[in-house]
Nanobody
Framework: QVQLVESGGGLVQFGGSLRLSCAASGSIFRIHNMGWHRQAPGKQRELVALITSSGGTNYADSVKGRFIISRDSAKNTVYLQMNSLEPEDTAVYYC????????????????WGQGIQVTVSS
């Protein structure tokens, strides 16, 4: 199976920056999409940013111009650079990855990390 481990969260002041990282490990043949979602207290989980294997990106309107998603395919790692953070960005951030396991034949996987807290103080 595939394990995702997030790092880089924490407490930051309004206007500050944080960089989240998520490393995938396990029996991976290929990773297609990698992304970040978040869930604030009392709200549904929402997509923050997504990056495809070819480097295409998609962002939630609320983070466009402030967050940047990138990936290092050689390391099976995805990053989320978060700038100009606002209290509304406070949430648990989850990494997600989908692709193919290294099996015969390859079978799809869709894995999630445990989540990491990001808190923005005003």
């Amino acid at each position: 199976q595939v394990q995702l481990v997030e790092s880089g969260g924490g407490l930051v002041q309004f206007g500050g920056s944080l960089r989240l990282s998520c490393a995938a490990s396990g029996s991976i043949f290929r990773i297609h999409n990698m992304g970040w979602h978040r869930q604030a207290p009392g709200k549904q989980r929402e997509l923050v940013a997504l990056i495809t294997s070819s480097g295409g990106t998609n962002y939630a309107d609320s983070v466009k111009g402030r967050f940047i998603i990138s990936r290092d395919s050689a390391k099976n790692t995805v990053y989320l650079q978060m700038n100009s953070l606002e209290p509304e960005d406070t949430a648990v951030y989850y990494c997600n990855a989908g692709g193919l396991l290294n099996t015969r034949p390859p079978i799809p996987f869709d894995s999630w990390g445990q989540g990491i807290q990001v808190t923005v103080s005003s």
